[in-house]
């Protein structure tokens, strides 16, 4: 029902900022929370953000609190997270997922859609 593109992903200097952004098509988009994860080779997939389908909040985990900030356009569909501040930590494949409620998730495997993620690195 749902299909989620991300982009924006590249080489950063640590320091920098980098926009990711993930399109999404399907129907009644708006009327899912949504939410960024992340993950680095040998890790597990790492909360990072989400945001309930209304926009009223957001989560941030504690490591990119401060630094990164979700939002969403229902007018075009597309769900972003801005990146300031960004470290070498930061390093790994993000990906964007929704899930059909109003309600808050942090776990990966509360959400029913995936992106195929997009690479962000950042260098020393």
């Known amino acids: 029902q749902v299909q989620l593109v991300e982009s924006g992903g590249g080489l950063v200097q640590a320091g920098g900022s980098l926009r990711l952004s993930c399109a999404a098509s399907?129907?009644?988009?708006?009327?899912?929370?949504k939410g960024w994860f992340r993950q680095a080779p040998g890790k597990e997939r790492e909360f990072v953000a989400a945001?309930?389908?209304?926009?009223?909040?957001?989560y941030y985990s504690d490591s990119v609190k401060g630094r990164f900030t979700i939002s969403r356009d229902n007018a075009k569909n597309t769900v972003t997270l801005q990146m300031n501040s960004l470290q070498p930590e930061d390093t790994a494949v993000y990906y964007c997922?929704?899930?059909?409620?109003?309600?808050?998730?942090?776990?990966?495997?509360?959400?029913?859609?995936w992106g195929q993620g997009t690479q962000v690195t950042v260098s020393s």
């Open positions: 997922a929704f899930k059909y409620s109003s309600g808050y998730y942090s776990r990966a495997q509360d959400y029913n859609y």
């Open positions: 399907g129907r009644s988009l708006s009327s899912y929370s």
């Open positions: 945001i309930t389908w209304s926009g009223s909040m957001t």
